[in-house]
């Protein structure tokens, strides 16, 4: 089984239409309409093991770090705006050509360290200029063994009625990146530190 699990939890199949009638099909009352209802909100989930202990992979997701591992693969930039990495850090996230967004602000709402979990809204631009009200990024680790972990992303929105189209923007696709660069330099730094000779 591949070692990364992907969960949706949010409906993606949104039934964005005028009103219409419901056809007839025997029903004693037949001047009933459909009722049609659409979805602003969701959440997706992913996770991948990390074969490497939660407190190394906690010391990147938790802190700065993460831009050093993310940039320049996955974004073209990352700035920090204010702060030093903890609860009410502001980063301006730049992307690469082809993105939904050139940029947005993001601001970290929540940081666990007992639980290895951090909370980070959007905090202007991006979502938030297309109908968005909210749209948060939550990053969990989880022990597995000694050696091994699961890192977690959650993506929590929602949106206005009259913008539920733009949930199409929506992906989680950039932090499954992001979860795979992580292991991986952790991989690399864990095969560096078996074949660095002991002085």
Request: charged share 25%; hydrophobic share 40%.
């Amino acid at each position: 089984m591949s070692p990364l699990k992907v969960l949706v939890y949010g409906l993606f199949i949104f039934t964005y239409a005028v009103a219409c009638k419901a056809q007839p099909h025997n029903l004693a009352d037949q001047s009933e309409q459909a009722a049609i209802k659409v979805i602003t909100s969701g959440e997706l989930s992913a996770e991948m093991e990390v074969k490497a202990p939660a407190r190394e992979a906690w010391d990147i997701f938790g802190t700065l770090k993460l831009i050093d591992v993310v940039v320049p693969s996955i974004f073209k930039e990352i700035k920090v705006l204010e702060g030093d990495g903890g609860v009410g850090t502001i980063l301006d996230l730049i992307f690469y050509p082809g993105a939904p967004f050139s940029s947005y602000e993001e601001r970290i709402h929540k940081v666990d360290e007992r639980k290895m979990s951090k909370e980070i809204d959007v905090y202007r631009g991006g979502f938030l200029e297309v109908g968005f009200n909210m749209f948060r990024i939550r990053w969990d680790v989880e022990p597995k063994s000694k050696t091994s972990c699961i890192t977690k992303v959650t993506l929590e929105f929602d949106v206005k009625e009259d913008s539920v189209a733009n949930i199409s923007y929506v992906s989680i696709q950039p932090f499954i990146g992001m979860m795979k660069a992580v292991s991986n330099y952790l991989a690399k730094n864990q095969r560096s530190l078996q074949h660095t000779p002991n002085v």
